[in-house]
């Protein structure tokens, strides 16, 4: 497998663009999460789906932030309008969850989008 | 919510040297306690990881300690190599599905 796909890489753009970030989890993992790493508040949760389905979006900082999950290989984390506080690394990771039951703890992260709002 | 901070933010070493990071949590129900490495310009990647009912865990020179009581955790690099040099997280999650992480400490391995 060739683990947690995100695209784009790098994103520059202008302030009041929409930007839309994707990924692609590992096949089988029921479990999807973004995240976003800046240098002042590290590592922070986002959202998270369990199936498909928004657990918890408690992350999102604003309206302009909207993630989707249509199917089980692709999800979405869409801003706008974008503005320059926005850039950072939008990391999303993926993870198997037993049957019936939790998730095996391990996050596999994808290589991240680093997004620069100008 | 949970609360997990760490300790230090930056850590210099020399090669062969011993290097502990701390980290402490709020929530008295958190039961998993994963580390992650973040080698620069690279995702973050599982090292080790320990759940409440264990008191300590050990991987090659890789070690992690856990005191519920007192709700703080460690982990511990033997022998570090510059290859260890990187960026280390703590988490702390009481559901396998929300983590939350420490702020990192930056580790620098001095050949």
């Known amino acids: 497998d060739a683990g947690v796909i995100q695209s784009p890489r790098h994103e520059v753009t202008e302030m009041g663009q929409e930007v839309t970030l994707r990924c692609k989890p590992i096949s089988g993992h029921n479990s999807l999460f973004w995240y976003r790493q800046t240098m002042m508040r590290g590592l922070e949760l986002l959202i998270y789906f369990n199936n498909n389905v928004p657990i918890d979006d408690s992350g999102m900082p604003e309206d302009r932030f909207s993630a989707k999950m249509p199917n089980a290989s692709f999800s979405t984390l869409k801003i706008q309008p974008s503005e320059p506080r926005d850039s950072a690394v939008y990391f999303c990771?993926?993870?198997?969850?037993?049957?019936?039951?939790?998730?095996?703890?391990?996050?596999?992260f994808g290589e991240g989008s680093r997004l620069t709002v100008l | 919510g949970e609360n997990v901070e760490q300790h230090p933010s930056t850590l210099s070493v020399q090669e062969g040297d011993s290097a502990v990071i701390k980290c402490t949590y709020s929530?008295?129900?958190?039961?998993?306690f994963p580390w992650y490495k973040q080698e620069l310009g690279k995702r973050p990647q599982l090292i080790i990881d320990?759940?409440?009912?264990?008191g300590e865990k050990k991987d090659q020179r890789i070690a992690v300690t856990l005191n519920k009581t007192a709700k703080h955790f460690s982990l511990h690099i033997t022998e570090t190599q510059p290859e260890d040099s990187a960026v280390y997280f703590c988490?702390?999650?009481?559901?396998?599905?929300?983590?939350?992480f420490g702020s990192g400490t930056k580790l620098n391995v001095k050949p």
């Open positions: 929530d008295s129900a958190s039961n998993y």
């Open positions: 990771a993926s993870s198997p969850r037993l049957a019936g039951g939790p998730g095996t703890g391990e996050l596999f």
């Open positions: 988490a702390a999650s009481r559901d396998f599905n929300k983590f939350y």
């Open positions: 320990i759940r409440s009912n264990v």
